[in-house]
């Protein structure tokens, strides 16, 4: 006599039906947690200058920025620094604009004047550098005659 087993009512192959659904579940969610870990490390800032350039105005000098967010993640810009200080030690003697967030792809343009002193001379190079949350980029611009 013949008798007719079905996958369901042998033990081993209920065992096996359980490993292999569960091996299926585990390999998505894996696939599911590389994507998710690939796309959070493909985002990136990058600040790029458009241009820096210094004029004199009214017995002063200016240095006007425009820089351009290149990276996928907004910049926010933290501080501003001239000849390796920040602005913020030079007290009155430099103002700028310079500030805010840029979204990607966008544009930001602003100012830094440096009132007329010991620490501006014409001809002198400024080293302008912007510090963001990721790195420092810097630019340098000649103060005219």
Do not use: H
């Not at 805010?100 to 966008?106: A, E, F, H, L, V």
């Amino acid at each position: 006599m013949l008798i007719k087993k079905s996958l369901w009512n042998d033990s081993r192959g209920v065992a096996s039906i359980i490993i292999l659904v569960c091996a299926i579940v585990i390999s998505i969610a894996a696939s599911y947690l590389m994507v998710g870990l690939s796309l959070s490390f493909t985002r990136y800032e990058k600040l790029e200058f458009v241009s820096a350039y210094a004029f004199s105005q009214n017995g002063f000098f200016v240095i006007r920025i425009e820089v351009k967010n290149t990276g996928s993640e907004t910049i926010s810009l933290d501080e501003v620094f001239l000849n390796g200080k920040s602005v913020n030690e030079y007290g009155n003697a430099v103002e700028t604009s310079l500030s805010g967030t840029i979204k990607s792809g966008q544009q930001l343009s602003g100012t830094i004047t440096l009132m007329n002193g010991e620490n501006w001379r014409p001809g002198m190079s400024v080293e302008v550098m912007i510090r963001t949350k990721s790195g420092v980029y810097p630019k340098t611009v000649t103060l005219p005659y």
